[in-house]
């Protein structure tokens, strides 16, 4: 019996301009750009194993994967995922949509797949994102007859990476902006990496872990009938151009300007729609409060880039030169809250392939 083991990882990435609306609800098709910065250890972690097997089948087992040695301090972080049976049905449909679009749909073999992610389930981070781009990217390298050669080459093919954005896009629309990185722009046909300085440590303030109320799969449909709607698309044109400019000339103030702006605008479209909903908890509000106040208190200093998924707890952006002392300063005024640190990556990448005979 042949095996094959593929070991890949994939960051979350948090977005200044937000993916909110579908134009096709099927193919996660956004009615708007938007921009983001990909993150680095705030990650998931995918093993895929492949054995012999007269037909296809996906087994997803739920314990921690063993990154070895070499990874110990990695290994530490990573936490055990729940897997509920809506996450496996679309595992289970990812893996076939991948294996379908790579032309391997006869293939047979048994995949055993095993995510962990770095980062706890509801504090803030995108795990649709890093979930996503990472199956997408263990399964496309499973599908592919030499899995070496495709973890040396894929990353050279900027076609390819085109064909496995969009595949990972079919799975969870903000996961297409983790393949790659520090910024990303996801024009709705197409995404982009940008080659801006990306001086940032991101400290996410978690006020609370609770399971969203709302998935953002169904934000996304209700945002439509908010009256604040109207003309979204065309404000947030506008703010990308901005966002570039800014991004360009490394212009903290306009960034972090066009970052709240465009935050505050998507909660707004939350709490307007024709059945409100909020995803703020009254400790969101202290600490933008808060914020507002100290993000550009010092004219020595440049200002915090401040902005929220779809959730409560509170992503502050902060150049590297001054994180410990933003750092100091979160935990002194809210040492009841955990915060954690992430910095600008590269996107997605396979860390490891084996091929074994036993
Ligand atoms: C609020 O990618 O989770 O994080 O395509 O339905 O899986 P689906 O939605 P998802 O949308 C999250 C959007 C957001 C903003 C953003 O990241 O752009």
Known sequence: MSSRRIL??????????????????????????????????????????????????????????????????????????????????????????????MGADSLKGKWILKTNNTFPAGAGIASSASSFAAMTLAFAAACSKDAYQFSREWRQDSEFIHRLTDLSRLGSGSSCRSFQGPWVLWNPDRVAVLPYPAPFVDLVVVVDQGKKSVSSSDAHLRVLDSPLWLGRPERVSKRVSALRIALEKNDLHAISAIAWAEALEMHGLFHTSKEPFSYWKPETLKVLNWLEESKTSSSAEPPAVVTLDAGANVHVLVTQEYAEAWKDRIKQKFPEFKILEDRPGTGAEIVEVQEGVY
């Not at 948090?14 to 990650?43: E, H, R």
């Not at 492949?50 to 110990?72: C, M, N, Q, W, Y």
Request: net charge neutral; hydrophobic share 40%.
């Open 8 to 101: 890949v990882r994939a960051p979350s990435n948090i977005a200044l301009i937000k993916y909110m609306g579908k134009s096709d609800v099927s193919l996660n098709l956004p009615l708007n750009s938007s921009l983001s910065m990909t993150l680095s250890d705030l990650c998931t972690w995918a093993e895929l194993i492949v054995e012999d097997s007269e037909k296809f089948e996906l087994e997803i087992a739920e314990s921690i994967l063993d990154l070895g040695p070499t990874r110990s301090t990695m290994q530490k972080r990573l936490l055990q995922n729940a897997w509920s049976e809506t996450d496996r049905t679309k595992a289970l449909k990812h893996a076939a949509r991948v294996r379908s679009q």
